[in-house]
């Protein structure tokens, strides 16, 4: 199918390649047309890769990636372009963190809202996901670079958007059906996103960003 | 050894009873003396189960654990008595929930601090150790109740107080060294309390309270 990555930042990269290797075209876009960045993607990627506007990659696309800092997301869409986002399914891979502080970052929204949601509400055109913001972008792209089981979270209002994220998920990066745990609705997008600080004291902790979490279920309980 | 857990709930009598197996003398504190729920615990537990106010667990105890809700942990530890504290490490088993706009709940304190570090804080005089606090009070007691790996987070400011909880989790609870993450100071509580939501939607997704997580690690990344 025809996807449009927003961002050039390493997620933004590992995603494209993903897709066009999986038999996709790709449309990454910037700020600018011909960002040094994308355009090095291009080259690299190969046949299927486009580069383009935020505004050009919406338009391409027939399902979106948000890969932008969450700080920038809203703009993003905006420079995107209502018309090009109508009706469209958005994955959101973003999250809110705020290194105004320095590190760790804290978020710039949680607890009671979340930026997955204040993208849903801002743009209502959009069918937004929230997915693969819980891992780095090396195991997004390949889960099977872990041991065994581990799982992704995903969310979202519309359980069609969802299946078609999931089939992707899938089909494009490897995850296994049995380890996508659908959450529920966009509000649960509180939760994955508040799995960030948790996530950047393991990444220092672990030396490396490549590992994920697994839910070990037991027995219920007796009654 | 001697051991004051403050709290009657769910919590503090799978706790309270787990170390009274394991050897330990154990008293339970409450709001009043001859609370019933407390009488009931030291008939049910046995032989090294004793009851009494919060204030006279705290003076028991060698070491205490905070099994009482988040909203109440701080005046709890007011009325156990600053004298009664002083250099004990304390458990924190407890979460911030807000359960004022119904569920699912949200946290009343987070992102940049956290109900371990106000406990911290408040009660200088304590070596907070925040664990367990992440898992429901089955696994707590009988991690062996999962299949496999899971894993536990603990935090705090002292080496040495989370070598002895680490201990006691080991000993008396049957956690798996191995299992035990420590993710460094108090202010990691941050990150341990703020899994809570994702916790929550988990426990009615999957309909069972007995689950957690596992860390899966890869390998670092190439250079």
Chains 1, 2 share one sequence.
Not at 53 to 59: E, G, L, N, V
Not at 104 to 117: F, K, Y
Not at 126 to 141: E, G, P, Q, S
Not at 160 to 166: F, L, Q, R, Y
Request: net charge neutral; with cysteine; proline share 5%.
């Amino acid at each position: 199918m025809r996807i449009g990555v927003l961002g050039t930042g390493m997620v933004g990269n590992a995603i494209g390649t993903a897709l066009v290797r999986a038999g996709h075209r790709v449309m990454m876009g910037s700020r600018t047309r011909d960002n040094e960045k994308a355009v090095a993607w291009v080259a690299a990627a190969g046949a299927g890769a486009l580069q383009g506007s935020y505004s050009d990659a919406a338009a391409f696309g027939e399902l979106l990636f948000n890969c932008t800092a969450g700080g920038a997301s809203h703009s993003v869409l905006v420079a995107a372009g209502r018309e090009n986002l109508a009706g469209k399914v958005l994955v959101d891979v973003a999250n809110p963190l705020d290194f105004s502080q320095g590190f760790p970052p804290s978020l710039a929204v949680c607890n009671t809202d979340s930026l997955g949601e204040q993208l849903q509400r801002a743009f209502p055109e959009l069918r937004v996901v929230k997915a693969l913001n819980t891992v780095n972008c090396n195991v997004m792209v390949n889960p099977s670079l872990l041991p065994g089981d581990h799982d992704l979270f995903i969310c979202g209002n519309e359980p069609t958007a969802k299946e078609e994220v999931s089939r992707l998920l899938v089909e494009a990066f490897g995850w296994r059906r049995e380890n996508l745990i659908d959450l529920g609705d966009i509000t649960m997008a509180r939760g994955t996103e508040m799995l960030l600080p948790i996530w950047v004291r393991l990444w220092a902790k672990l030396g490396t960003p490549n590992f994920n979490l697994h839910v070990v279920v037991g027995p219920p309980p007796a009654v």
